[in-house]
């Protein structure tokens, strides 16, 4: 079975510092791993994914996060933090021989200041 | 191409009542997951459907929860008799056919029973 630890449950920081929110899974087999953000009373929305090839994947807002095979983990990161981050952020992972049911972390709310 | 759509956003149940959730996935896609957030915690896999099969319910509770998806309408997540227990968020989302490995959310519908 896979699980994920995301030891950080909320992490502030002031508008325009560097983030890192912190994802550590558990798993016998490969698999993909996924960043989900979470806006007030919103549903999910993909940040970014690990499938497989180049270990340092991007997203569009600036966000992104490195595969570490050895070290089992899958954190997030941002050079640079705006007000509208403000968010709950879930890593989660799903096996990769066919994408069935996700498995995710208790969640990291990231909490920007100015 | 319209989001997956869940109705109702908001429900409140009293005790012993039933709640009726709908989601209605993504043009295309005929895979369909339920998965349950309490409060302060992340999100739990309950279901995981395909027209007219339940692929995985390992995540439902034993007795008073059922999920269905017909080859017609929309998928529902049925929960008798309801208790204080069951006031949550309940969020599906669906993917394509294949491995496509990505699953897309709907806004949630959160669930008070009073």
């Known amino acids: 079975a896979q699980s994920v630890t995301q030891l950080d449950s909320q992490v502030p920081v002031f508008e325009e510092a560097p983030v890192e929110l912190r994802c550590n899974y558990s798993?016998?087999?490969?698999?993909?791993l996924f960043w989900y953000v979470q806006y007030p009373n919103q549903g999910l929305q993909l940040l970014l994914k690990?499938?497989?090839?180049?270990?340092l994947v991007e997203s569009i807002n600036g966000f992104e996060a490195e595969f570490n095979k050895s070290q089992t983990s899958f954190h997030l990161r941002k050079p640079s933090v705006h007000i509208s981050d403000t968010a709950e952020y879930f890593c989660a992972v799903t096996l990769n021989t066919g994408f069935q049911k996700l498995v995710f972390g208790t969640g990291t709310r990231l909490l920007v200041s100015p | 191409n319209a989001g997956v759509m869940q109705n109702p956003r908001h429900l409140v149940r009293r005790r012993g009542q039933e709640a009726r959730l709908r989601c209605s996935p993504m043009?295309?896609?005929?895979?369909v997951y339920w998965y349950r957030q309490l409060p302060e915690e992340g999100l739990k896999f309950m279901v995981y459907l395909q027209k007219e099969n339940i692929i995985d319910e390992s995540g439902m509770p034993k007795e008073r929860f059922s999920a269905e998806f017909p080859k017609e309408g929309p998928s529902i997540l049925r929960i008798q008799q309801v208790v204080r227990g069951d006031s949550a968020a309940y969020f599906c989302?669906?993917?394509?056919?294949?491995?496509?490995?990505?699953?897309?959310f709907g806004q949630g519908t959160r669930l008070t029973v009073v």
């Open positions: 043009k295309g896609h005929s895979h």
């Open positions: 798993s016998s087999v490969s698999v993909y």
């Open positions: 989302a669906s993917s394509p056919p294949g491995t496509i490995p990505e699953a897309f």
């Open positions: 690990y499938l497989s090839g180049s270990t």
